[in-house]
């Protein structure tokens, strides 16, 4: 090889070696990272509904002895730590459910109940116990004569509720109420007793 050869040789080597080892030094970028936020269960928020099912003072609803009802409901639920809690009002037609009490009956009219709940949410399903106070009103019978006015009570309950949508769900809830201390006559003596009764429910909610 001559010396211009060589030379030129030379050259061409340097020439080339920045934009090999800019090939050889390259790399993309380190994608970032960034932890993907957790999405909401969509139960938040108040909502309003109405409920139909039946009531009886035994734990057969679906018996002879059990009594239409309805009424509506409305609250507000917030999920927090993997749990939902809220509250509700609910007001309910009771359907006249009768209820035995020394020496004859008396009929449940209107309930009044005021409700927290505590849920555990899958998805779109939503499991509950609920738990609060009831106002109960009472009608007199040919049988036996009831307090004027409303009687305080408790009650406790279960339910499931199945979003359709983001606005509309679907629930069954069981309560289990109890009445104490009512006074009642029947013709010949007073007596004072505790009422209870089961009910079950089928509900659709509107959530804001």
């Known amino acids: 090889m001559t010396r211009k050869s060589y030379a030129l040789a030379l050259v061409a080597a340097f020439a080339t070696s920045p934009a090999l080892a800019a090939d050889l030094t390259y790399s993309d970028p380190t994608p970032s990272y960034s932890e993907p936020v957790a999405s909401s269960g969509g139960w938040t928020g108040a909502y309003v509904g109405g409920h139909i099912g039946t009531s009886s003072d035994n734990l057969r609803p679906f018996s002879g002895d059990s009594e239409f009802m309805g009424g509506i409901q409305g609250g507000y ?9 809220g509250g509700e009002l609910e007001l309910s037609h009771m359907g006249d459910t009768e209820v035995n009490v020394p020496g004859g009956e008396l009929k449940e009219r209107y309930r009044l109940a005021a409700k927290a709940k505590v849920g555990a949410p ?14 109960t009103s009472l009608r007199d019978t040919s049988t036996a004569e009831g307090p004027d006015g409303w009687k305080p009570g408790w009650l406790v309950g279960a339910g499931v509720e199945q979003k359709f949508n983001d606005q509309i769900s679907g629930r069954v809830e069981y309560n289990y109420t109890r009445t104490g201390d009512v006074r009642s006559f029947n013709g ?9 009764d089961h009910a079950i429910k089928a509900g659709v909610n509107y959530k804001f």
Request: glycine residues 16%.
């Open 77 to 85: 639920n917030a999920e927090m730590g993997g749990a939902v809690v």
């Open 122 to 135: 899958l998805g779109d399903t939503l499991i509950y116990g609920t738990a609060g106070a009831a106002m």
């Open 188 to 196: 010949t003596s007073t007596n004072e007793t505790n009422l209870s």
